[in-house]
């Protein structure tokens, strides 16, 4: 948390790299805005600075149009302090249509600590929070899209779209109408920009994906990354597209519904870890050491869609190489995946998606060439997804034969995208240590991303 001072410093010099770290809001206009926002500076005496967009909401301010505070890459104070909240804003910014009762079931708590964390952490309710999101997601995709007003409602978690339009008047004093800005008509894709904070080191990112690529389900480009998807019923594909000079991705979708939109856009940020907080995390990681020199910053966890498909990627790569990996997972999606219908594939390079637990679970995997132990295993894994209702609870596989903690670790750190898994029993990373000793446990909670530049260096020695 900064200063009055520093918050004064950030917001007169518009400096990018304070863009969503906080927010400003002006008392005599009741607009909220990004420290970057082009228009004249208030002064000192007429603003009040608030960690979040919606803790600004709460207290009756409206989102600037001029500089969109809703676009401003997330980053809350309180990341990485409280495990539990850091959840639970997860499963709440992933979907608007959880349940706050289900929240805490997944959470393992009870509604009224739930209550208690958010009033004390957020400085609202979890249903104030929620309720907030889903305005801001709305505006959004009016700002964003030519998704009819209905739909945004459907995707945004409303239950139509004159509830939209009473909460937006009521919270924000303007309505969806106001908002949207002439679009052309209703295309069968959406068209999204998707800001970043630089450094944003693609080449990286995109080399790291397109080793790991499955051929007819992913596809990797000089500037782009696209792959098929599925949560739930909503299946289709996603192109993302990486503009330099922008400091953003255009994302292209097209799926077969909107109601797991939001949910669908989560994942797209999580793979391409668009919403880190670079700077900060590099501090920590020179801390520990290591040597981070221009070519290697900006470097970002590459995750994996979902966590089954990041824990059959890790049983698959046990003891065996990048490629043979990659060999083995392009024989599992093309004989258990299920063809992508050609409406909601881009071309005919992309026509699969990967398989669900159950294909798995129900299939003896004989035409995968490996070991008999590690099919039971995958079979077995495969199992324990269908019975679990809680994806999240990758601890739990410690219970199945032939998944260790290594594999747990690799998919909580892709599949979930978790920031302080430090894989230091790595054999890449032991060799590397061997030879340029760190500390570390400096880099906490940054461990993900020193795992990362430790492979990295590898790779260039």
Same mark, same amino acid.
């Given at each position: 948390m900064y200063t009055e001072s520093e918050y004064r410093q950030a917001r007169l010099s518009r400096d990018a790299r304070f863009d969503g770290k906080f927010f400003v809001a002006v008392k005599t206009t009741k607009i909220f805005c990004r420290p970057i926002c082009p228009a004249p500076s208030p002064k000192e005496a007429n603003v009040v600075y608030y960690q979040t967009a919606p803790q600004a909401l709460n207290e009756g301010f409206r989102p600037c149009l001029r500089c969109r505070p809703d676009s401003a890459p997330n980053s809350y104070a309180w990341k990485g302090v409280d495990t539990t909240i850091e959840r639970a804003i997860r499963l709440l910014s992933e979907s608007s249509f959880l349940p706050i009762n289900q929240i805490c079931d997944k959470l393992g708590i009870s509604d009224r600590y739930l209550r208690s964390l958010f009033e004390q952490k957020v400085g609202q309710s979890p249903k104030q929070y929620q309720l907030y999101q889903q305005m801001l997601f709305a505006k959004y995709l009016l700002h964003e899209t030519a998704l009819p007003i209905e739909h945004v409602a459907q995707a945004s978690g409303f239950q139509s779209a004159r509830r939209l339009q009473d909460i937006m008047q009521k919270h924000m004093? %303007?309505?969806?109408?106001?908002?949207?800005?002439?679009?052309?008509l209703m295309q069968p894709t959406l068209v999204l920009n998707i800001p970043f904070r630089p450094p944003y080191n693609w080449p990286h990112l995109r080399d790291f994906l397109k080793l790991r690529a499955v051929e007819g389900m992913e596809e990797v480009g000089t500037d782009y990354y696209k792959r098929t998807l599925v949560i739930g019923d909503t299946v289709g594909y996603f192109i993302a597209e990486h503009q330099h000079e922008q400091h953003c991705f255009k994302v292209t979708l097209c799926l077969n519904e909107h109601t797991h939109l939001k949910a669908v856009l989560f994942h797209i940020r999580r793979v391409l870890d668009i919403? &880190?907080?670079?700077?900060?995390?590099?501090?920590?990681? #020179?801390?520990? =050491? $290591?040597?981070?020199?221009?070519?290697?910053?900006?470097?970002?966890?590459?995750?994996? @869609?979902?966590?089954?498909?990041?824990?059959?990627?890790?049983?698959?790569?046990?003891?065996?190489?990048?490629?043979? &990996? +990659?060999? $083995?997972?392009?024989?599992?999606v093309h004989e258990l =995946?299920?063809? /992508?219908? #050609?409406?909601? /594939?881009?071309?005919?390079?992309?026509?699969?998606?990967?398989?669900?637990?159950?294909?798995? &679970?129900?299939?003896?995997?004989?035409?995968? =060439?490996?070991?008999?132990?590690?099919?039971?295993?995958?079979? /077995?894994?495969?199992?324990?997804?269908?019975?679990?209702?809680?994806?999240?609870?990758?601890?739990? @596989? %410690?219970? +199945?034969?032939?998944?260790?903690? @290594?594999?747990?670790?690799? /998919?909580?750190?892709?599949?979930?995208?978790?920031?302080?898994?430090? $894989? =230091?029993?790595?054999?890449?990373?032991?060799?590397? %240590?061997?030879?340029?000793?760190?500390?570390?446990?400096?880099?906490?909670? @940054?461990?993900?991303?020193?795992?990362?530049?430790?492979?990295?260096?590898?790779?260039?020695?």
């Open positions: 004093r %303007l309505t969806p109408k106001q908002i949207r800005a002439k679009k052309k919403d &880190a907080d670079i700077n900060l995390i590099e501090s920590a990681i #020179k801390q520990t =050491g $290591l040597d981070i020199s221009d070519p290697d910053s900006g470097i970002r966890l590459p995750g994996v @869609w979902s966590t089954f498909e990041a824990g059959c990627r890790a049983i698959l790569g046990q003891q065996i190489s990048v490629v043979a &990996a +990659i060999k $083995l997972l392009s024989k599992l =995946g299920e063809p /992508a219908e #050609k409406e909601y /594939a881009p071309d005919q390079s992309l026509n699969i998606r990967f398989p669900s637990p159950n294909a798995v &679970a129900n299939s003896s995997l004989e035409f995968l =060439g490996m070991p008999q132990k590690r099919r039971d295993s995958l079979r /077995a894994f495969a199992e324990h997804c269908v019975e679990s209702a809680n994806e999240e609870n990758v601890d739990g @596989w %410690l219970s +199945i034969k032939g998944v260790g903690p @290594w594999t747990i670790n690799y /998919a909580k750190m892709r599949g979930l995208s978790e920031p302080d898994i430090w $894989l =230091g029993t790595d054999l890449v990373i032991k060799k590397r %240590l061997s030879s340029h000793p760190i500390r570390p446990e400096l880099a906490s909670p @940054w461990g993900s991303y020193l795992t990362f530049h430790m492979w990295n260096k590898e790779s260039h020695d």
